[in-house]
C-alpha cells in the first residue's frame, strides 16, 4: 500500500511533458491529495513538479474533459466537487442503465471473450492490492464500459463513462486503506462467472447492488 500514499509530485521527465504531467495530477486527484473545490494555479504546480505552467495548463485542459478539474479563466483549475445529491443522482442512472443492460448482454457475450473479461477483472483486484489508485479506477472503467459495449449501444456507453468520470475523483485513498476496495475489487470477478454461466436474472441483481455498494462507500463518513 505504500504506493498509494506516496506523493505525486515529483521532478517529471522532459519528454512527453503534458501526457506525464496529466498521469500525475490525475494520480493526485484520486488520491486526495488535490482536494475537491480548491482552486489551484498553473504556475504553483508547476513549482510542484519542476516544470514550467504551459505543460501544466495544457494537463488541466485534457482533465477537464474527464470531468476531473473546471477551468477557472484568469484563475486557474478547481477540483471538482460532487455533492451526496450529485451521487444520489448519478447513482439512480446508473441503476437505470446498467444492470438491465448486464442482463440483456449475458446470453450474447462470446464464449471467447471470457477469458479477457476475467483479466480485466483480475487487473482490478491486483491493482487495489496494490494501492495503485490510478490503475484501479482505469481498470474499472474499462471492465465495465466493455460489458456494457456488447449492447452495441454506443450512446449509453458514453453516457454511463461520463457518469463513471464524475465520480472516479473521489477519495480512494481511505477506501483503499481500510480495505473495503479489495473487497469490492473482488464482486468484478464474481460477476465475471455469474455472465459466464449465462445467469442474466442474478448478473442484474448482483450489478445492482455492486451499484448500490459502491454509493455506500463514497458517502461522507459523517452521513454513514
Request: avoid cysteine.
Amino acid at each position: 500500500m505504500a504506493g498509494a500514499t506516496t506523493s505525486q509530485f515529483k521532478v517529471l521527465k522532459k519528454t512527453s511533458l503534458r501526457e506525464s504531467v496529466a498521469n500525475a495530477l490525475r494520480a493526485a486527484i484520486i488520491s486526495g491529495e488535490l482536494l475537491p473545490g480548491r482552486l489551484y494555479s498553473a504556475p504553483t504546480l508547476g513549482e510542484k513538479f519542476g516544470v514550467s505552467a504551459t505543460p501544466v495548463r495544457e494537463a488541466m485542459l485534457d482533465l477537464t474533459t474527464e470531468g476531473l478539474v473546471v477551468a477557472a479563466p484568469n484563475k486557474g483549475f478547481r477540483i471538482t466537487e460532487v455533492s451526496e445529491e450529485d451521487l444520489d443522482s448519478i447513482t439512480s442512472i446508473r441503476m437505470m442503465l446498467e444492470p438491465p443492460t448486464v442482463r440483456q448482454v449475458t446470453d450474447i457475450i462470446p464464449e471467447s471473450d471470457f477469458p479477457m473479461l476475467r483479466r480485466l477483472a483480475q487487473t482490478i483486484v491486483d491493482s487495489a492490492d496494490q494501492g495503485d489508485l490510478v490503475n484501479y479506477t482505469d481498470a474499472d472503467r474499462v471492465f465495465h464500459l466493455r460489458i456494457l459495449e456488447y449492447s452495441g449501444n454506443a450512446h449509453l456507453v458514453k453516457i454511463v463513462s461520463d457518469l463513471r468520470a464524475r465520480t472516479r475523483l473521489l477519495g480512494l485513498l481511505p477506501l483503499s486503506q481500510s480495505g473495503q476496495l479489495g473487497a469490492s475489487a473482488l464482486e468484478h470477478l464474481d460477476l465475471v462467472g455469474l455472465l459466464e454461466a449465462r445467469d442474466g436474472a442474478a448478473a442484474q441483481e448482483f450489478m445492482r447492488r455492486h451499484i448500490g455498494k459502491v454509493r455506500g462507500m463514497w458517502a461522507d463518513p459523517a452521513k454513514r
